[in-house]
């Protein structure tokens, strides 16, 4: 009987370190850096949000959080990179529309069900640009231009954003492009304030030192109602042509995350969003802030892949 005791309160001894070292192992996230992947050249519109929310996710978490830069193949080497690391909450993919349109042209080795929604963290509007020495000046003469014959239109690559939507334009308003594919947004405006494109659809944050010196025109916004840092730029609905279409950001982790995990980081990006120094910082680079908690940014991607499918075609093109 007493051997029976003294095992028995060894058994339930080794119970309660058990769950006692579990217990603290969830409540001691993080314990390490933290790194986020953003598959883009560093300088773009999403490197650039990265290292602001980085900054204030350290101070949340009490953890290091860094940004590194694989970029590379429109997106997919860093894609693929971030979605192999273990899914423990310490390897966090900067997730755009590319991460949808990647999977959707046949190229990646993960699908949707590979990544797990962290939130959102903004969108952006795509605005309409024209290179300073282009001759196109307005939205209108963008539109007749063309129909004529195609413009050359700067991409920071490949089925990015960006780029679908250009193609999205030229399906509903008959338009024609001779596409320049870069690797990043940096690029992309770059080769377009140089002359070595025409015109390029871009966000304001990417563009906004260029457009400031004049290197580039802002024709339009594509959204429902004006931009607050472009207030005096019409809507394209505005000039007859109703267009809705923007980049939004957010975070990831690999499939398989603990949910404590990723609620962690969903709420640690909460408190970052709502931080003065990043709604600030977001305001000073012309980033709009918009925060989604995880559940909704991930029903909003699982949306966006049912209505990607239908225009997956205009890639192949």
Known sequence: MKNFKKLATVVLALVAFCFADASTATAAFPEKTITIIVPFKAGGNVDLCC?????????????????????GGGAIIGQTYALNQPADGYTLLALTSSFVTNILGGDTSFGMSDAAAIGQF???????????????????????????EPLTNSTPGFSTSHHI?????????????????????????????????QVGLTTYGGAKTLIAEGKILTLATCDSRRSAPLPNVPTMAEFGYPFTYGAYRGFAVPAGTPADVIKTLSDALEKA?????????????????????????????????????????????
């Open 273 to 317: 969003m709502a931080a003065p120094s990043v709604i600030k910082a977001f305001e000073d680079g012309g980033f709009p802030v918009s925060y989604l908690p995880a559940a909704e940014f991930q029903k909003m991607l699982d949306d966006d892949y049912k209505n990607m499918k239908e225009i997956t075609k205009l890639l192949e093109e």
């Open 122 to 148: 903004c969108f952006d509007p795509e605005v309409v640009c024209a290179g300073a020495n282009s001759g196109i000046t307005t939205l209108q003469q963008f539109m007749d231009a063309a129909k004529k």
């Open 165 to 197: 939507a250009s193609l999205i334009l030229a399906r509903d308003y008959g338009l024609k492009f001779d596409f320049m594919h870069t690797n990043g947004s940096a690029d992309q405006v770059v080769q377009l304030a140089g002359g070595h494109a």
């Open 51 to 71: 290292r602001i929310i980085a900054d204030e996710m350290t101070k949340v978490l009490g953890s290091q959080v860094v940004v590194e830069n694989r970029p």
